[in-house]
């Protein structure tokens, strides 16, 4: 999970409900300064939303670059069905390729964050024209690693039996380490992170941990994707194995990107750095996409 130190929205940022062939969505769509260069549709984690990029969005709005944050089906502000199948991995997928088809300026480069990596692997394997790029941003083609793993087994156990609430407050100590409940927390990023919580639903939250826990080895089937792949993270990424993510990035031929002095969620704490590398990935990638046209 990301958490955002602010919760204002950056200059030229808009929120409001994107309506699609799978629904509406919660998004949050921050316009650049002058002449658009490209739209990146950005995916946030397991336990997370659309504010997870809000320090991202200005940075990129500067780098010449259209963002719109979502929140996923059951997340946050996005409404969502209760039943155990409408969080497959294959319905994730097709709302994110929806999202792509009204946003309006035709292929988006497309960024999954952890949980939301996942996601983007899947929507760039289900339909490639409608995406630029795939950037995964601390999350990787491999498994999370175990003490996640076991997290997240926990976390699934606890929403089975206990309440909701309950489940909220133990996170939170686990999230402080062991030190007083939100102590370290501004009241409003308080007020927002379990507001959050409780908005996101049972099922979502279920059925992303269970996909977390299942899903195999992607990087073949990353290999075959006729795109551009970044895989970007913290120096000090924790949930997957930097040893891991350095491989996949060398045996795909990835771009590669380490964020030094980051952790899980380089959006939050690196976010002008951040921008500036995915802004060259993405030069790139449309240049390449560029020569590789027909003429």
Do not use: C
């Not at 929806?98 to 480069?109: F, K, R, T």
């Not at 407050?169 to 939100?182: H, Q, V």
């Not at 031929?253 to 976010?271: C, M, Q």
């Amino acid at each position: 999970m990301s958490k955002p130190r602010s919760l204002a929205l950056p200059p030229r940022t808009r929120a409001y409900r994107l309506s699609t062939t799978r629904g509406d969505f919660a998004v949050l769509d921050a316009a650049p300064e002058g002449e658009t260069r490209g739209t990146v549709l950005l995916l946030p984690g397991y336990t997370g939303s659309k504010e997870d990029f809000l320090a991202l969005l200005g940075p990129l709005g500067e780098q010449g670059y259209r963002a719109v944050a979502v929140d996923g089906r059951g997340q946050h502000e996005t409404p969502g069905p209760r039943g155990r199948r409408a969080y497959s991995r294959r319905a994730l997928a097709l709302d994110v390729v929806a999202q792509a088809a009204v946003l309006g300026d035709g292929p988006v480069h497309l960024l999954g964050h952890s949980f939301g990596g996942l996601v983007a692997r899947a929507a760039a394997e289900l339909a490639p024209p409608a995406f630029r790029s795939l950037t995964l941003l601390s999350s990787g083609p491999g498994r999370v690693a175990r003490p996640q793993r076991v997290r997240v087994l926990a976390l699934r156990g606890a929403l089975a039996v206990l309440p909701k609430e309950r489940v909220w407050l133990a996170t939170r100590w686990l999230d402080s380490r062991g030190e007083e409940p939100g102590a370290a927390d501004p009241p409003e990023i308080v007020r927002f992170l379990r507001r959050r919580w409780m908005r996101t639903r049972i099922a979502q939250l279920a059925g992303a941990g269970r996909l977390l826990l299942r899903d195999p080895d992607g990087t073949a089937r990353l290999a075959a994707l006729p795109l551009p792949v970044h895989i970007a993270y913290g120096a000090e990424e924790m949930v997957w194995p930097v040893h891991g993510l350095a491989a996949a990035a060398a045996s795909l031929g990835a771009h590669h990107t380490v964020v030094a002095g980051a952790g899980h969620s380089p959006n939050v704490s690196h976010p002008e750095e951040l921008a500036a590398r995915l802004a060259a990935f993405w030069t790139h990638a449309d240049e390449t996409r560029t020569q590789a046209l027909p003429r």
